[in-house]
């Protein structure tokens, strides 16, 4: 009878064991140069721009697994990148060459560590990079031509 409730945690544990494992793809979808628009969150609900914070951020993804945030056009951070996919959701994990050393919008902390963003594409043009926690920052990047 003590074994009873072993049993019953095995198989709730087997149960979860059978879940969809994130797989690491490229996404050609994510690979180019994003100009930052906006950034939206906050426990204020702030909304911030490049003319609001007094710089402008680009990000370039590359088919290498690199990619380069750029502040006001010179190199800020740069390391590889992962785009994962699950059926709930898609990542981008970010390995740094080094941390920043200005503070920008976007957070190096996230979800976890090493820092990710939740990642959604809008079409063509619009790329969506979620911090999914703390103050869940949106930020919204368009592709350039």
């Known amino acids: 009878m003590h074994r009873l409730p072993y049993a019953i945690a095995a ?11 994130a797989v690491t793809v490229s996404n050609p979808s994510l690979e180019g140069t994003w100009t930052w628009v906006e950034s939206s969150g906050g ?9 609001s914070e ?3 951020l680009s990000a370039t993804f590359g088919t290498n697994g690199r990619f380069v945030i750029r502040r006001d056009g ?3 951070v740069t390391g590889r990148f992962e785009f994962e996919a699950t059926p709930t959701d898609s990542t ?3 390995r ?7 503070r920008t919008v976007l957070s190096w902390t996230g979800i976890g560590r090493p820092p990710r963003h939740l990642l959604s594409l809008e079409g063509e043009r619009t790329l969506v ?3 999914g926690c703390c103050d869940r920052y949106r930020h919204v990047f368009r592709r350039d031509q």
């Open 129 to 131: 990079l979620d911090e």
């Open 92 to 94: 981008v994990t970010y």
């Open 54 to 56: 007094g710089y402008s």
């Open 96 to 102: 740094l060459d080094q941390n920043p050393s200005d």
């Open 43 to 51: 426990k204020m609900g702030n909304r911030l721009t490049p003319k």
């Open 74 to 76: 010179t190199g800020w």
């Open 11 to 21: 198989l709730v544990l087997m149960g979860c064991a059978t879940s969809q494992p």
